[in-house]
């Protein structure tokens, strides 16, 4: 079995090292569309327990809803993060040290500058493909903007720090997606909690 998982790993960076582009967007849309089957899993789970009376639909996976979450991960969480870790490691050159201000630099502007834009971007993208109006996305953006912000960093600023100290650039966007993954299954029940 351990052999098994290190040629399936050694196959993974070979394709990597060979399509890297193609290699991590594949790998989000899996990664994000199951967060989202787990959100899905969790949301269903809660409604059943639901002492307050509510009667939620439990009428399966939402295969669209599925779709989106790992359409966005494809076609949208990989590339952004590709191109942007790439721009980053050019304007800022990883360093062998991971204790230096460089590392914590690059944690201030992934944090503080890329991750507020970046929402933003989540929920737009997210809201477009659900049919949401403009006006729709703006009022969830009003409503929860700042919330998922704070949880964001309460994630994220380790994660990142962990991520650009420690990864090689080439497994950044892999560990990103394999945190994503918890962190889609917040977004997947903060964006559709009133979808009854």
């Known amino acids: 079995m351990i052999a098994g998982f290190e ?21 989000a849309g899996i990664i994000l569309g199951a967060a989202d089957l787990s959100g899905q899993a969790i949301q269903s789970t809660l409604a059943a327990n639901d002492e307050s009376g ?5 009428d399966g996976v939402d295969i669209a809803r599925f779709l989106r979450f790992a359409f966005f991960g494809f076609i949208l969480q990989a590339p952004w993060n590709h191109f942007y870790y790439l721009a980053l490691d050019g304007a800022l050159p990883p360093t062998e040290e991971p204790f230096t201000a460089t590392t914590g630099i690059k944690v201030a502007i992934d944090q503080f500058v890329q991750a507020p ?26 409503d929860d903007y700042v919330d998922t912000m704070l949880a964001n960093w309460k994630l994220w600023v380790p994660a990142t720090f962990v991520k650009i100290a ?12 394999v945190v994503f ?12 909690k009133t979808e009854e």
């Open 54 to 58: 509510t009667t939620v639909s439990s």
């Open 7 to 27: 040629d399936a790993w050694s196959s993974y960076l070979t394709a990597l090292e060979s399509d890297p582009l193609l290699v991590k967007s594949i790998t």
């Open 117 to 142: 834009i970046f929402t933003v971007i989540i929920f737009s993208f997210l809201g477009f493909l659900e049919g949401k109006s403009t006006e729709d996305i703006k009022q969830q953006l009003d």
């Open 166 to 177: 420690f990864c090689p650039p080439i497994l950044r966007v892999l560990f990103l997606n």
């Open 181 to 192: 993954f918890f962190w889609s299954i917040f977004l997947s029940l903060k964006l559709n």
